[in-house]
C-alpha cells in the first residue's frame, strides 16, 4: 500500500500519492495521484488501491535501472514491417515494462538512421513514437537519478555505450 508523499507511476506516467478516498463512483478505497512534474495539482487521478488493472507500479530502482543499462545493448529491435509498425510501437507502450521503451527508441533510431543513409526524411511514426518512449523513459529516470530530463537521457545514452563498447 502506497502512503501520502509516494511517487508511483501509473500507466508510464510519474505521479505522486497526494491522497486516498473512496470512489464515489465504485465505492472502492482509491489513491489519489497527481502528474509528478504538474506542480499546481490541476490534474488529479482516483486509482484503485487494489489496482486490479496492474497500471501502477513503484519507480524503477538505481539498482534495478544498473541492469538495464545492462540489457540494454542486447534488448532486439522490432520486426521492420513499415506497414504495421504503428500498431507494433502502440502496443509497446500499452505494457508495463521500461524495456518496451527502450525496444521502441532503439528501433526508432535504427530505422531513422537507415533512412537517412537512404537519403529519406524520418518516417513520422517513428519520430512520433520515439518522443513518447523518450518522454515516459528519461521522465521517470529523471526523478530516479534526481536529474532533468537532458541530464537523464545524457546519462542513459552514455552508461549504455560504455556497456555496448
Do not use: W
Amino acid at each position: 500500500m502506497y502512503k501520502i508523499n509516494d511517487v508511483v507511476v501509473y500507466k508510464r506516467d510519474v505521479c505522486r500519492v497526494v491522497g486516498r478516498e473512496k470512489s464515489g463512483f465504485t465505492g472502492e478505497k482509491c489513491y489519489i495521484l497527481v502528474p509528478y512534474h504538474n506542480t499546481d495539482g490541476s490534474t488529479r487521478m482516483q486509482v484503485p488501491v487494489s489496482n486490479k488493472a496492474g497500471h501502477l507500479r513503484d519507480l524503477i530502482t538505481k539498482e534495478q535501472l544498473l541492469e538495464l543499462i545492462k540489457e540494454t545493448p542486447e534488448l532486439e529491435l522490432l520486426t521492420n514491417k513499415p506497414a504495421n509498425m504503428k500498431s507494433q510501437y502502440a502496443n509497446l507502450l500499452k505494457t508495463n515494462e521500461i524495456t518496451d521503451l527502450i525496444r521502441i527508441i532503439k528501433t526508432s533510431y535504427e530505422r531513422n538512421r537507415i533512412r537517412m543513409e537512404q537519403h529519406k526524411k524520418a518516417a513520422s511514426v517513428d519520430d512520433e513514437y520515439l518522443q513518447k518512449a523518450e518522454g515516459y523513459l528519461y521522465n521517470e529516470l529523471s526523478v530516479v537519478l534526481g536529474m532533468s530530463f537532458e541530464e537523464a537521457k545524457e546519462y542513459f545514452t552514455e552508461e549504455v555505450s560504455k556497456v555496448d563498447a
